[in-house]
T-cell receptor, first 110, second 113 residues
Framework: DGGITQSPKYLFRKEGQNVTLSCEQN?????MYWYRQDPGQGLRLIYY???????QKGDIAEGYSVSREKKESFPLTVTSAQKNPTAFYLC?????????FGSGTRLTVV | GDSVTQMEGPVTLSEEAFLTINCTYT??????LFWYVQYPGEGLQLLLK?????DKGSNKGFEATYRKETTSFHLEKGSVQVSDSAVYFC????????????FGKGTKLTVNP
């Protein structure tokens, strides 16, 4: 079955450490996205990529970095510059007007 | 900029009650409108969508009509079930080449037996 795999489901990070969240898709969709979700808030766009080797900042890109070396993969690195990284992170792909979301990674800073 | 406002929750209903979750939007032109549902600990699933004025999206007993005159896309269901308990998000994608889905803050629905 085609879909999006996000790993790990839960991630703990010490303050000052970088951490990378994985997002893999086998839907053959060109566009991929990272969103951040905080309690009681909607989703906010961090980064997106419309094609391999190209990506754009979203609304809250500070403290995050991405790469898009393969069509199937769009990893997100949360750097030590992100002051409040504890959140639920969702990866998505798009084909036309149809967005497909992964099951998310919950990141907690300890 | 574009924005979505949806009614704040939480909403608690008894099984078989009627559900309405209000959603209004601000955007130029004719955005595409969506309702997503999120079950605990999971990602978002598309519930329904509408891409032009007066379109009605429907799925699993849920309905929403794209009202350009009131810039609204209210979600309704005639008889809710316990399994409908989840968080519901209204969202828009601006007309043209915008890449971004703009989300409301979400409404948590709890349905009691």
């Amino acid at each position: 079955d085609g879909g999006i795999t996000q790993s790990p489901k839960y991630l703990f990070r010490k303050e000052g450490q970088n951490v990378t969240l994985s997002c893999e898709q086998n839907l053959n969709h060109d566009a991929m996205y990272w969103y951040r979700q905080d309690p009681g808030q909607g989703l906010r766009l961090i980064y997106y990529s419309q094609i391999v080797n190209d990506f754009q900042k979203g609304d809250i890109a500070e403290g995050y970095s991405v790469s898009r070396e393969k069509k199937e993969s769009f990893p997100l690195t949360v750097t030590s510059a992100q002051k409040n990284p504890t959140a639920f992170y969702l990866c998505a792909t798009r084909q036309g007007d149809g967005y497909t979301f992964g099951s998310g990674t919950r990141l907690t800073v300890v | 900029g574009d924005s979505v406002t949806q009614m704040e929750g939480p909403v608690t209903l008894s099984e078989e009650a009627f559900l309405t979750i209000n959603c209004t939007y601000t955007a130029t032109g004719y955005p595409s409108l969506f309702w997503y549902v999120q079950y605990p600990g999971e990602g978002l699933q598309l519930l329904l969508k509408a891409t032009k004025a007066d379109d009605k999206g429907s799925n699993k007993g849920f309905e929403a009509t794209y009202r350009k005159e009131t810039t609204s896309f209210h979600l309704e269901k005639g008889s809710v079930q316990v399994s409908d308990s989840a968080v519901y998000f209204c969202a828009l994608k601006a007309q043209g080449g915008s890449e971004k889905l703009v989300f409301g803050k979400g409404t948590k629905l709890t349905v009691n037996p």
